[in-house]
């Protein structure tokens, strides 16, 4: 099972300038953080998944608190998308824990800077950063998934070059 579940409110809210909506950060959460989550667990009450199965979480590198001290360094901003990151990779780690007895893999992959109309408020930026049509982040992805074992549930793997992201 791959999730993928994307919702990019604009503009980039800043509390600084008055943005903030609290409604659309709430659409993402529920959007990004719970939707794989209903997902997963339909699947999983509902017995329809292989002995072995892989379920596959697709997220960002925007919620790993670690690499916003070096990533946008002292810009802030994005709070929806941040948080509903954040909440999903807590939730796919919360997964990876519950189902690992049940014999599942739970995965999460950052797919990488891809070119779609999610990120187009950085398109001046696509080809700085390296950003990649989404026919090559989706063949990341299946790569990575391909690739995943039972040992590497629970992980956040950054699919542009198969590495652990800090959470």
Not at 103 to 125: A, C, D, Q, W
Request: charged fraction near 25%; include cysteine.
């Amino acid at each position: 099972v791959i999730n993928n579940a994307g919702y990019f409110y604009e503009p980039c809210e800043k509390i600084t300038d008055d943005s903030l909506n609290f409604d659309e950060q709430l659409k993402q959460i529920n959007i990004c953080a719970l939707g794989p989550l209903r997902v997963n667990s339909a699947m999983v009450n509902a017995n329809a998944l292989a002995t072995d199965a892989k379920l596959v979480i697709i997220t960002s590198q925007a919620g790993s608190v670690e690499w916003r001290s070096t990533q946008n360094k002292d810009e802030g901003g994005d709070y929806g998308h941040h948080m509903s990151r954040a909440a999903c990779n807590i939730a796919g780690a919360l997964q990876a824990q519950e189902l690992k007895s049940k014999g599942f893999t739970v995965i999460l992959l950052h797919p990488g800077f891809n070119r779609t109309e999610m990120t187009k408020k950085y398109e001046s930026i696509w080809d700085i950063e390296g950003a990649v049509e989404p026919a090559m982040g989706a063949k990341r992805v299946i790569y990575e998934t391909i690739q995943a074992t039972k040992e590497d549930t629970g992980k956040f793997i950054n699919c542009e070059d198969g590495l652990m992201i800090p959470w």
